[in-house]
């Protein structure tokens, strides 16, 4: 019978590590996944980077996105229309702000994470 290593036994034994971010942001729900297992450090240094990814509905728009995970500090990272880049950051507080330089769209408002 072969054991299956102490750390993975103990990560699959142990509380919930995707956190849900629920937002309203200037009347638009937005929602999203952290998978916090995705920010664990490599095990091996020969390892390829790992590429963190998440869906994020925002409105009726859907799309794939980078999470950001610092701290408190939750958010993502996503190409937006026309190669421009859209950012959506929460602070500790809730607070939250979504821009899209190139367009000129700047939504803020607030979020809460759930598990």
């Known amino acids: 019978m072969k054991m299956m ?8 034994s142990g ?7 629920s937002c309203d942001l200037s009347g638009t729900r937005v929602q999203f996944a952290i ?3 995705q920010f664990a450090p490599a ?4 390892e390829p ?10 409105g009726d728009a859907q799309f794939p996105a980078e999470p950001i995970l ?3 500090v939750r958010g993502f990272w996503a190409e937006g229309l ?19 330089m190139r367009a000129g769209e700047r939504l803020t408002g ?6």
């Open 5 to 12: 290593p102490t750390l993975l036994c103990a990560t699959l």
């Open 49 to 58: 980077p790992r590429r963190r990814m998440t869906t994020v509905q925002m």
């Open 82 to 100: 026309a190669g421009s880049d859209v950012m959506m950051v929460m602070q500790a507080d809730g607070s939250a702000v979504f821009a899209d």
């Open 35 to 37: 998978d916090r297992a």
């Open 15 to 21: 509380p919930a590590v995707t956190e849900v971010v």
């Open 43 to 46: 095990l091996d240094f020969a």
């Open 70 to 72: 610092m701290g408190d």
């Open 110 to 115: 607030s979020c809460e994470v759930m598990q």
